[in-house]
């Protein structure tokens, strides 16, 4: 299996909502990563984890908040959007932090 | 940060003809990547090359880490092949991975 599954595939939310965006592998890659892209432009890195630790915040607004449950597992809560942070959500995994890079096919997120 | 420019930002080939894409980085690597993202957003690795010269199949590429640059080539080109081209790089004591600009390539039938 050389997948990264992500869940689900477009999200419409309200400013006021919480929802969360789920990633998941089964590799056996200890880093997993969050980037998002903005229509035109190239992904930008958010957040990663190492060994279930994070290891990288590139200073993104708390009302996003990663979770890593398990070494398969990612979640991206989000809470208090706003219309800007529309984007696609990229999540990514690699054997170890900075190696090969595999993608899911990403979450299309619009935010009203 | 290290800045990563790609060229051409754009092009358009027509069906079997042959291209080169290139990455320039602006200090030195111990990590360089090459994908694709398809028209629909997926991501697919290529070619993970921080030096050398690697093939699989109609692609090719080549990075010069001591000049700064790599190289993708893509040979016959298909329809397939359509997307946004991105290189990435990591460059010693720097923990993040940085994608360059991108080139859009449309191969027309």
């Known amino acids: 299996d050389t997948e990264v599954t992500q869940t689900p595939k477009h999200l419409v939310m309200g400013m006021t909502n919480k929802k969360s965006l789920k990633c998941e592998q089964h590799m056996g890659h200890r880093a997993m990563y969050w980037y998002k892209q903005k229509a035109k432009k190239p992904p930008e890195l958010m957040f990663v984890?190492?060994?279930?630790?994070?290891?990288i915040n590139e200073s993104v607004p708390s009302r996003f908040s990663p979770e890593c449950p398990n070494s398969s597992l990612l979640n991206l809560h989000l809470h208090a959007l706003q219309p800007e942070d529309s984007a696609l959500y990229l999540c990514a995994s690699s054997g170890r932090m900075n190696e090969k890079l595999f993608f899911g096919s990403g979450t299309q997120l619009s935010v009203l | 940060g290290i800045q990563v420019e790609q060229s051409p930002p754009d092009l358009i080939l027509q069906e079997g003809a042959n291209s080169t894409l290139r990455c320039n980085f602006s200090?030195?690597?111990?990590?360089l990547q090459w994908f694709h993202q398809n028209p629909w957003g997926q991501l697919i690795n290529l070619f993970y090359i921080p030096s050398g010269t690697k093939q699989n199949g109609r692609l090719s590429a080549t990075t010069v880490a001591t000049e700064r640059y790599s190289l993708l080539y893509i040979s016959s080109s298909q329809t397939t092949d359509s997307g946004v081209y991105f290189c990435a790089v990591k460059n010693e004591g720097y923990q993040k991975v940085t994608f360059g600009t991108g080139t859009k390539l449309q191969v027309i039938p």
């Open positions: 200090d030195s690597v111990n990590n």
């Open positions: 984890y190492s060994y279930e630790k994070l290891s």
